[in-house]
């Protein structure tokens, strides 16, 4: 049980585009789900904490506007990272939780921009 | 949120029992202290949750002492599979049980 899909788990795209990572919970309802993002050989960076049905929560030194968070129902939340630069390009993770139970993670997004 | 510490790297051997100690001295009364792994290019994998005591699953065993103040995750006769990051982490489970990640241990295993 406890099972959280992320797609895509890899995407390239040229710098300037927008591009749209979906999380899944799917035999779960997850009342809140977790962004994060991490570097090369580093440990995960926590971004956001989005519940559903309202706004995320931004971890200080993120930028709303760059990274915006989506979680309009208790299964699927989106991270779109706008505009995205060569210096976006990372590991992105999201995790789901439901209750008090543990997060449970996704298999996470390998973004590069060219 | 509670910081941890832990160990940055570990060696062992195959077939031998791998104890990795964390410390946690501002653990919170509601706090819980869960053990991830992660192998590269994968999101973390839940292994292990306590609050006290000792918590033992099919995969490991988790030793919390009477102060909290830090935790130890035993993997028992270790495999070359359970070469990883292991991250131990604090929460409160009751507040949408954010977690910070610390540095983890990178465990290597050798034939």
């Known amino acids: 049980g406890a099972v959280v899909s992320q797609h895509p788990s ?13 999380c899944r919970s799917l035999d779960f309802q997850a009342t809140t789900m977790f962004w994060y993002r991490q570097f090369p050989k580093k440990s995960l960076m926590l971004m956001a904490t989005s519940n559903e ?11 709303k506007d760059k990274f915006l968070i989506n979680h309009a129902s208790l299964t699927l939340s989106t991270l779109t990272v706008t505009s ?30 060219l | 949120l509670a910081k941890t510490t832990q160990p ?6 195959e077939g031998q029992e791998v104890n990795i100690t964390c410390s946690h001295n501002n653990i919170a009364t509601n706090d819980y202290i869960t053990w991830y792994q992660q192998f590269p290019s994968q999101g973390p994998r839940f292994i292990i949750q306590g609050y006290k ?10 030793f919390i002492p009477a102060d909290r103040k830090s935790s130890t995750l035993s993997l028992p006769r ?16 009751d507040s949408s049980y954010k977690l910070i990640f610390g540095s983890g241990t990178r465990l290597l295993v050798r034939p």
């Open chain 2, 78 to 93: 270790v495999s070359l599979s359970d070469t990883a990051v292991y991250y131990c982490l604090v929460g409160d489970m």
């Open chain 2, 8 to 13: 940055i790297s570990m060696d062992s051997y």
């Open chain 1, 53 to 63: 049905g309202s706004k995320a929560t931004y971890e200080q030194g993120v930028e």
């Open chain 1, 84 to 113: 995205a630069h060569p210096e976006d390009s990372s590991f992105y993770i999201c995790s789901a939780t439901h209750g008090n139970q543990p997060q449970h993670f996704g298999d996470g997004t390998r973004l590069s921009i």
């Open chain 1, 10 to 22: 890899r995407v390239i795209c040229k710098s300037g585009t927008s591009v749209k990572i979906e």
């Open chain 2, 53 to 62: 005591t000792k918590v033992t699953n099919e995969v490991a065993s988790l």
